[in-house]
């Protein structure tokens, strides 16, 4: 992946000098708990973590800016960079409105967000009520070791997920998948889960396209870097891992068949009106 020229994000805020910053959220144990026995089988838990947070202002937390000497950082800044110039063109040409740019939040442990209480242990997530990204960079090892999806552009991948719920959050998108589903049962409410996860991961692939034909940043392998991630974490093979048998009707991202699908043809057409989960018959 190339980024020597792209630039670094200034809306990246460090708090990992702080440590388990903030955990007296709004969210209690018992949900916590919850989260992590949802990430036991297989489960997105940070599902959890969103339906379980109220509306909230973001939390007043100490951070600092990246270090110039932490490569890993200074790597996410110019990845959140290029979603920024990208999805400010993309918003320009193709809704005619303007883009507001997310805040990344680097973290260790756990963090205060205006979801609830974030850990390290769900993953990185977006939270809609402070327009925030958070990551806890232990996250990219696991994603290389365990999950078997080394690469610069598979991380990359993981952030253009997560800015992709910002683009749904930005479009609405979000907020009428929120209403559907608290008027639905647990299964529809999965349902509408993965139609939301599947579009996060075709804004990726738009992302990648649009940002490749204005500033080159693709190399030879980088595309298959990303498909090899997103297939990693389908859900299918999550539950196989860690149950041994799939449960689709508990799926809240997506198969891993799905979850390229999507991001290739966001990849293929770098347009929004490409990725319209909800519109699709067949995911």
């Known amino acids: 992946m190339r980024l020597d020229n792209s630039r670094e994000s200034s809306n990246v805020e460090d708090r990992r000098g702080g440590g388990m910053a903030g955990l007296g959220g709004r969210i209690g144990i018992g949900t916590i708990v919850l989260a992590l026995v949802a990430m036991y089988f297989g489960v997105d838990p940070s599902v959890v973590l969103q339906m379980a947070g109220g509306p ?5 937390t100490e951070s600092q800016g990246v270090p110039t000497d932490d490569p890993q950082a200074r790597f996410v800044a110019r990845v959140l960079g290029e979603t920024e110039d990208t999805w400010s063109a993309v918003f320009r040409e193709q809704t005619n409105g303007s883009y507001e740019d997310p805040r990344l939040v680097l973290f260790r442990g756990a963090t205060q967000t205006a979801c609830g209480t974030g850990q390290a242990a769900m993953g990185p997530f977006y939270c809609p009520n402070d327009r925030r990204v958070y990551i806890d960079l232990s996250f990219f090892d696991e994603l290389s070791q365990r999950f078997k999806a080394p690469g610069d552009f ?18 609405g998108t979000l907020g009428k998948a929120s209403q ?20 996060a991961d075709c804004y990726a692939g738009i992302w990648a396209r649009n940002a490749d034909q204005a500033r080159h940043i693709i190399e030879a392998g980088d595309i298959e870097e990303a498909l090899t991630a997103a297939s990693a974490i389908g ?5 196989k891992q860690s149950q041994g048998y799939v449960v689709p009707d508990s799926f809240t991202h997506g ?20 990725c319209d989960t909800f519109a699709a018959n067949n995911l």
């Open 56 to 60: 909230g202002e973001a939390p007043q």
């Open 154 to 171: 598979a991380q990359a991948y993981v952030i253009a997920h997560e800015v992709g719920h910002h683009v749904q959050n930005l479009l």
């Open 180 to 199: 559907m589903q608290r008027s639905v049962g647990e299964r529809q409410a999965n349902q509408i889960q993965v139609r939301i996860e599947l579009q």
């Open 235 to 239: 859900d299918d093979r999550l539950q």
């Open 255 to 274: 198969s891993s068949a799905q979850r390229v699908q999507w991001f290739e043809r966001g990849w293929k057409s770098g347009r929004l009106d490409q």
